[in-house]
Nanobody, 124 residues
Framework: QVQLVESGGGLVLAGGSLSLSCAAS????????MGWFRQAPGKEREFVAA????????SYADSVKGRFTISRDNAKNTVYLQMNSLKPGDTAGYYC?????????????????WGQGTQVTVSS
């Protein structure tokens, strides 16, 4: 079992940057593919980015491609989401998730552990 704790959210002006972190408990972090998802008020939760267990494969939603970067440090049990050129439409709660049995994708059902989320607000 793994517990996930996100941090790094906040209020930023449009065009600015934020870096989110997700710290995982346990000694088997490297055995989980990881993903970031977000949910805006009144909207369904949506995929943002995913990364494989080793970190050599990543995928992104079209809406963030070229602006966001997902990475991981298995020695620190942490996955990151660097967000640049932020837009008001990026405002949402951001959640990290761990997938024990799959390689990391946009499919939410593949993820069996979820964090509590961190709020990102982008002001125009």
């Amino acid at each position: 079992q793994v517990q996930l704790v996100e941090s790094g959210g906040g209020l930023v002006l449009a065009g600015g940057s934020l870096s989110l972190s997700c710290a995982a408990s346990g000694r088997t972090f490297s055995s989980y593919a990881m993903g970031w998802f977000r949910q805006a008020p009144g909207k369904e939760r949506e995929f943002v980015a995913a990364i494989s267990r080793s970190g050599d494969s990543t995928s992104y939603a079209d809406s963030v491609k070229g602006r966001f970067t997902i990475s991981r440090d298995n020695a620190k049990n942490t996955v990151y989401l660097q967000m640049n050129s932020l837009k008001p439409g990026d405002t949402a709660g951001y959640y990290c998730a761990a997938s024990q049995y799959y390689s990391g994708s946009y499919r939410q059902w593949e993820y069996n552990y979820w964090g509590q989320g961190t709020q990102v607000t982008v002001s125009s």
